[in-house]
């Protein structure tokens, strides 16, 4: 099974800030590598496939980057409703899609 | 606007089989992969397997034994079985749709708000 490990496992920050999330796969993926928001309270918002492609309707201030191995998600300047819990998944494998454990961005 | 609701019991009995469905609105269910991921309270986000428009399936290597996903396309539902489940099955459930695109794979692009099932006697 292919692995992802994101890094931090939360993270304090304040409005304005740039934020970068790190998604590690235990394996190669390429590109296949995704970005999910969740909220408390709500089901997952998707953002981001192939690594780098935002869906349509986010924000700018999203980005992601990385190939192979190891993956960024980062936010350029942070807004109040970006405040959220991001999970990386990939795509690779079809056999089994697995979600990283998650990255908590909280307000400092 | 794609919108996906789940449905069924908010509480099972240990050993019992855990039945959702989830009904689709909005949207073909053709060319895409109907899916359920669960999240128990406080955790992580867990695929449990996915059925495409044509019937196959592919499940969570460690949920294969006790998971059924079917689909029935002229009702626009797809659906959930869990048997034998024990408390470690409490969790939210939520439907998903999955959209494959050459190059990246597939992703679950619109979601339902989820539904809590807690086992429990």
């Known amino acids: 099974d292919i692995q992802m490990t994101q890094s931090p496992s939360s993270l304090s920050a304040s409005v304005g800030d740039r934020v970068t999330i790190t998604c590690r796969a235990s394996?190669?993926?390429?590109?296949?590598l995704n970005w999910y928001q969740q909220k408390p309270g709500e089901a997952p918002k998707f953002l981001i496939y192939g690594a780098s492609t935002l869906q349509s309707g986010v924000p700018s201030r999203f980005s992601g980057s990385g190939s192979g191995t190891d993956f960024t998600l980062t936010i350029s300047s942070l807004q109040a409703e970006d405040f959220a819990t991001y999970y990386c998944q990939q795509s690779y494998s079809t056999v089994m899609y697995t979600f990283g454990q998650g990255t908590k961005l909280e307000i400092k | 606007q794609v919108q996906l609701q789940e449905s069924g019991p908010g509480l099972v009995k240990p050993s019992e089989t855990l039945s959702l469905t989830c009904t689709v609105s909005g949207g073909s269910m053709s060319n895409y992969y109907w899916s359920w991921i669960r999240q128990p309270p406080g955790k992580g986000l867990e695929w449990i397997g996915y059925?495409?428009?044509?019937?196959?399936?592919n499940y969570n290597p460690s949920l294969k034994s006790r998971v059924t996903i079917s689909v029935d396309m002229s009702k626009n539902q797809f659906s959930l079985n869990l048997s034998s489940v024990t408390a470690a099955d409490t969790a939210v459930y939520y439907c998903?749709?999955?959209?494959?695109?050459?190059?990246?794979?597939?992703?679950?692009?619109?979601w339902g708000q989820g539904t809590l099932v807690t086992v429990s006697s």
């Open positions: 394996q190669s993926i390429s590109t296949y």
């Open positions: 059925v495409y428009d044509s019937g196959s399936t």
């Open positions: 998903a749709r999955a959209i494959y695109y050459y190059g990246s794979g597939r992703h679950l692009d619109y």
